[in-house]
């Protein structure tokens, strides 16, 4: 947990533009982004992946739909936005802390590739 590097975003200890932060949830723009607002959200406990999702922890992935829904408000994303969340390696999930992404203003193809 104390090498998770979204643990360390999260606690300050490594750099990022916050987006958004609430008690439960923190979002900070993509170091590599994929479209013109790509942010990065996660939430403030240590959940690895969307296959550790249970009735002990969802609480936080409402949350994290919630800081959607008020980010996409608060960035005037009225044209639509994607929220994609990668789990494991078929999924191409390269941190282990589960997250969940934001992309917008661009007109995103489907199905990805
Ligand atoms: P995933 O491939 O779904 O695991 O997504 C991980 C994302 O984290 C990638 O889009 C990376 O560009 C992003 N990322 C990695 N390190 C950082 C960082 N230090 N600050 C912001 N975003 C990062
Ligand atoms: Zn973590």
Known sequence: MNDCLFCKIIKGEIPSTKVYEDEFVYAFLDIDP???FHAVIVPKIHIKSTDEI???NSMYIAKIFEAVAKIAKYENLENGYRVVNNCG????QTVGHIHFHLL???NLQWPPG
């Not at 390696?89 to 191409?92: A, L, M």
């Open 89 to 92: 390696v078929d999924g191409g």
């Open 104 to 106: 917008a203003r661009r």
């Open 34 to 36: 994929q479209a013109p």
């Open 54 to 56: 249970s009735g002990e």
